[in-house]
T-cell receptor, first 110, second 115 residues
Framework: TQLLEQSPQFLSIQEGENLTVYCNSS?????LQWYRQEPGEGPVLLVT?????EVKKLKRLTFQFGDARKDSSLHITAAQPGDTGLYLC??????????FGTGTRLQVFP | DVKVTQSSRYLVKRTGEKVFLECVQD?????MFWYRQDPGLGLRLIYF???????EKGDIPEGYSVSREKKERFSLILESASTNQTSMYLC??????????????FGEGSRLTVL
């Protein structure tokens, strides 16, 4: 079974702080996605990265795919309470199946 | 808007009962998935289906079966529920990945408690 390990597992910060979440694997993925899940809801896609070294920005969120396509990071600048949620990375091997990471639960306090 | 609807948000069942979880999507997606979500373990794939009457085992299929008789509907069946199947169950759908981003659209989840 391919594994995607996320770190940290929990993150509790004040509004305005910066943070980085990591997603690591020993396997190569053809693409990698990041989802956010809010309480009582299913995960919602934030971004898909497909090229090694690719960087994508979504407002205050910056996503990077590792050069070897085995890892990814999510950086949030000046976190807001609305960023609170569970962040999940998900890697796609060369199939339709998506492998999810272990998740990072972020709490941003006002 | 894409809509994935799961039949029950909360269920409480007794050990040994048969449990049906239903999922319907309205976007004509080829692929449908069932995941279970447990704290610290992320989402683990139980079964998926890429076409009507087709099914593939995921990473944790033991104790579960699925049915896909129509393209829009994917059912998860627990033949004899056990306490270790207490979990959040998430259904998702997507287009076949070739030529698309492969985005998964999720339902709101079904929280099952087995007593």
């Amino acid at each position: 079974t391919q594994l995607l390990e996320q770190s940290p597992q929990f993150l509790s910060i004040q509004e305005g702080e910066n943070l980085t979440v990591y997603c690591n694997s020993s396997s190569v993925f053809s693409s990698l996605q990041w989802y956010r899940q809010e309480p009582g809801e299913g995960p919602v896609l934030l971004v898909t990265v497909v090229t090694g070294g690719e960087v994508k920005k979504l407002k205050r969120l910056t996503f990077q795919f590792g050069d070897a396509r085995k890892d990814s990071s999510l950086h949030i600048t000046a976190a807001q309470p609305g960023d609170t949620g569970l962040y999940l990375c998900a890697g796609r091997p060369n199939t339709d199946k998506l492998i999810f990471g272990t998740g990072t639960r972020l709490q941003v306090f006002p | 808007d894409v809509k994935v609807t799961q039949s029950s948000r909360y269920l409480v069942k007794r050990t040994g009962e048969k449990v049906f979880l239903e999922c319907v999507q309205d976007m004509d997606h080829e692929n449908m998935f069932w995941y279970r979500q447990d704290p610290g373990l992320g989402l683990r794939l139980i079964y998926f289906s890429y076409d009507v009457k087709m099914k593939e085992k995921g990473d944790i299929p033991e104790g579960y079966s699925v049915s896909r008789e129509k393209k829009e509907r994917f059912s998860l069946i627990l033949e004899s529920a056990s306490t270790n199947q207490t979990s959040m169950y998430l259904c998702a759908s997507s287009f076949r990945t070739g030529g698309s981003t492969g985005e998964l659209f999720f339902g709101e989840g079904s929280r099952l408690t087995v007593l």
